[in-house]
């Protein structure tokens, strides 16, 4: 099974609004998803520039799929589901 | 620590940046509130209209301006705007005639909720027991059983929560007001409109209470118009930036002085070159005084909101605090040795440093989050900057003054390496709260035998500062 790979996006913008703390995750990892994840920081991903600022902190999901407005909640749940869509 | 505050503030801060170099700050600034909570969509408060009031009056403390001041209630952001614009190219203090000019913080009334004063009170938990620890533990009598419940005579209750730790069902609550909670100083109290007000002859600028309010409705007067201004003018500004910067920002120091480079920063160096000379100065200085007196003792100087502590709430002891000068200040005289043109700009994670630098001729002061917003509308990411060709890099004793114990040990390094059989009984505060006053107050006393005293109003020291990043 391949390892689901986090790319933290930390351009300025993404990591003053939240992505310093989605730098935590790795350590805080639950348990059960240690090992089948992969966690980069990222020099800015470019995904910032829009008017409203409205999706920083981005994280990119195995290299295609991007979440805006990222918390450790929703990269996790994210994480799961793409461990159990493997499973099936 | 309030996160939905920081980021707002971040984003405001991002914003106002953005609109600035874009030349469209004057016209959007007022829609920025609307634009950021539109109709239709949910509001952090009781409705967008409130959520947007506030964020006027978070704009109006980027502006810099304190809101207790606000003196017209009409007044839009942009004649605030066009104030700061005009009195900067005149070369005038924006702020001058205003009654707080002096004062970094700034409660934001429509913010305040007005939490109800602090209380310990029985809910319907209590199961009226037998045992009854609730009463037999208070040392006031204040707890009686009333109908088969506790009931707490709130004349007598001194809120030291005892019953609360003792009630087996977990049927007596302690509501707190959280900023008196958190001020070490009882500085932050309600007014006659039921709204916190700062008391500035008592307040040390710790920034404990901006930290704390849930309701993010302590705020901080900024300095960003103003360099935004000077940098326009084309003058030649100097980012002092402070050691707690090493673990910020994403990236080392050295590409974070690139940033701030490319940022419009004429000159860049790191704050701990200052230290340096303050761990000179701060040995020379004990050694002096315990030849002197063997049974004195003297504290640390650096941090600014322990030196206001000492200034306004325990005046008996000023002399035991070191006259050595803080980093920043010594890093001042670094770059004003160098060009005495350059202005010069402290960068770093704390609120009472902005007292510290009006006491001692540094321009401005610039938190990181300031930084950091300054940085991200200008598109300047911090991994990818190259490092700054440091002269040399600050030794690594200096650049530790940003953790608990860091001044101490760089000065038993220095005191050891002049004299190797030296003795130096330190201890440190880590973190002034009420209960450390008191513990200060002991040392000073000389009631618990030591000769240094370290004392850092942030627990950790200032890596962990009311304005760092994390």
């Known amino acids: 099974?391949?390892?689901?790979?986090?790319?933290?996006?930390?351009?300025?913008?993404?990591?003053?609004?939240?992505?310093a703390r989605l730098m935590e995750l790795e350590a805080n990892l639950p348990e059960e998803l240690k090992?089948?994840?992969?966690?980069?920081?990222?020099?800015?991903?470019?995904?910032?520039?829009?008017?409203?600022?409205?999706?920083?902190?981005?994280?990119?999901?195995?290299?295609?799929?991007?979440?805006?407005?990222?918390?450790?909640?929703?990269?996790?749940?994210?994480?799961?589901?793409?461990?159990?869509?493997?499973?099936? | 620590m309030n996160q939905a505050a920081q980021y707002i503030r971040r984003e405001l801060a991002i914003r106002l940046v953005r609109a600035f170099d874009?030349?469209?700050?004057?016209d959007e600034i007022d829609n920025i509130p609307v634009k950021l909570r539109p109709k239709n969509e949910p509001s952090s408060r009781c409705c967008?209209?409130?959520?947007?009031?506030?964020?006027?009056?978070?704009?109006?403390?980027?502006?810099?301006?304190?809101?207790?001041?606000?003196?017209?209630?009409a007044k839009t952001l942009a004649s605030y705007l066009d104030d700061v614009v005009r009195d900067v190219a005149e070369g005038k203090d924006p702020y001058a005639g205003l009654e707080h000019k002096m004062a970094p913080l700034s409660v934001c009334g429509p913010a305040c909720s007005g939490c109800p004063d602090a209380k310990v009170v029985t809910t319907e938990n209590c199961r009226g027991c037998f045992a009854r620890p609730c009463m037999y533990n208070c040392p006031k009598k204040a707890v009686s059983i009333v109908?088969?419940?506790?009931?707490?005579?709130?004349?007598?209750?001194?809120?030291?929560?005892?019953?609360?730790?003792?009630?087996?069902?977990?049927?007596?609550?302690?509501?707190?007001?959280?900023?008196?909670?958190?001020?070490?100083?009882?500085?932050?109290?309600?007014?006659?409109?039921?709204?916190?007000?700062?008391?500035?002859?008592?307040?040390?600028?710790?920034?404990?209470?901006?930290?704390?309010?849930?309701?993010?409705?302590?705020m901080e007067r900024s300095q960003l118009m103003e360099i935004l201004l000077a940098m326009k003018k084309g003058e030649k500004l100097v980012a002092m930036v402070a050691p707690a910067a090493a673990k910020q920002f994403p990236g080392t120091i050295e590409q974070l002085l690139t940033a701030c480079k490319k940022a419009g920063f004429a000159e860049v160096m790191e704050v701990a070159l200052g230290a340096e000379k303050t761990t000179r100065h701060e040995t020379a200085e004990f050694v002096e005084r315990y030849e002197k007196d063997p049974k004195m003792i003297m504290t640390t100087s650096c941090c600014p909101a322990w030196v206001n502590l000492v200034a306004k709430h325990m005046p008996e002891f000023i002399d035991k605090v070191s006259l050595t000068p803080s980093p920043m200040v010594y890093s001042r005289e670094l770059m004003k040795e160098k060009d005495p043109t350059l202005k010069t700009v402290f960068i770093g994670p704390c609120v009472a440093k902005r007292s510290e630098a009006r006491r001692k001729d540094v321009d401005f002061v610039l938190s990181f989050e300031e930084l950091g917003a300054i940085l991200a509308a200008r598109d300047i990411d911090v991994m990818s900057c190259e490092a700054y060709p440091l002269e040399r890099p600050a030794e690594a004793t200096a650049r530790n003054y940003s953790h608990s114990c860091g001044v101490t040990e760089a000065v038993i390094a220095e005191a050891m390496s002049r004299t190797p059989d030296f003795k130096l009984n330190s201890k440190q505060i880590n973190g002034i709260d009420k209960k450390s006053v008191a513990m200060i107050r002991l040392h000073l006393m000389g009631k618990i035998p030591t000769n240094f005293l370290e004392v850092m109003a942030c627990p950790g020291g200032c890596e962990n500062g009311p304005c760092s990043l994390r």
């Open chain 1, 35 to 88: 090992g089948k994840v992969e966690f980069e920081a990222k020099a800015c991903l470019g995904m910032c520039n829009d008017d409203r600022l409205g999706g920083a902190p981005y994280v990119r999901v195995n290299g295609s799929e991007v979440i805006a407005n990222a918390t450790p909640d929703a990269v996790l749940a994210r994480i799961r589901t793409l461990l159990e869509m493997e499973d099936l």
């Open chain 2, 22 to 26: 874009a030349g469209t700050l004057r």
């Open chain 2, 48 to 73: 967008i209209y409130h959520d947007r009031a506030v964020l006027k009056y978070r704009l109006m403390a980027l502006l810099g301006y304190s809101i207790e001041d606000e003196s017209d209630e």
């Open chain 2, 147 to 218: 109908g088969g419940r506790s009931v707490i005579d709130q004349s007598l209750c001194i809120k030291c929560g005892k019953c609360v730790a003792a009630c087996p069902y977990h049927a007596i609550v302690k509501t707190t007001v959280p900023c008196e909670d958190a001020c070490p100083v009882g500085a932050i109290k309600k007014n006659e409109f039921g709204v916190a007000q700062i008391n500035f002859e008592k307040c040390i600028f710790c920034g404990k209470c901006f930290n704390q309010c849930p309701f993010g409705a302590v």
């Open chain 1, 1 to 19: 099974m391949d390892k689901v790979t986090v790319e933290i996006c930390c351009g300025t913008a993404c990591y003053l609004l939240g992505a």
